[in-house]
Nanobody, 121 residues
């Protein structure tokens, strides 16, 4: 139906940068409206990091403003998260998300498998 494949996680030093990518593959009757990134730190609930809503409206968590940039390549069905000035509190599993509707109006929400980001000296 719809698959989200994430990449780009890994280990970064404080002050460093990482870029996450998430590519969606789906049937033609899926219409994706929102793609975004959420993260889950150990022992904590999943939280919003940033979303991109068609045509190009961007929303960021306060913790991400000024450091992270979300972008979307519609033609490639891909959303990116450029993360700069990473801090240890950014450590967690980052999940890609896609929200939209099917051709007959049924809403959907899909999640990727998650990619680990660890920020440590």
């Amino acid at each position: 139906q719809l698959q989200l494949v994430e990449s780009g996680g890994g280990l970064a030093q404080p002050g460093g940068s990482l870029t996450l990518s998430c590519t969606a593959s789906y049937r033609s009757d899926f219409s994706i409206n929102v793609m975004g990134w959420y993260r889950q730190a150990p022992g904590r609930e999943r939280e919003l990091v940033a979303t991109n809503t068609m045509p190009d409206f961007k929303n960021y968590a306060d913790s991400a403003k000024g450091r992270f940039t979300i972008s979307r390549d519609i033609a490639k069905h891909t959303v990116y998260l450029q993360m700069n000035n990473l801090q240890p509190e950014d450590t967690g599993v980052y999940y890609c998300n896609a929200d939209g509707v099917l051709g007959y109006g049924l809403a959907f929400k899909y999640w990727g498998q998650g990619t680990q980001v660890r920020v440590s000296a």
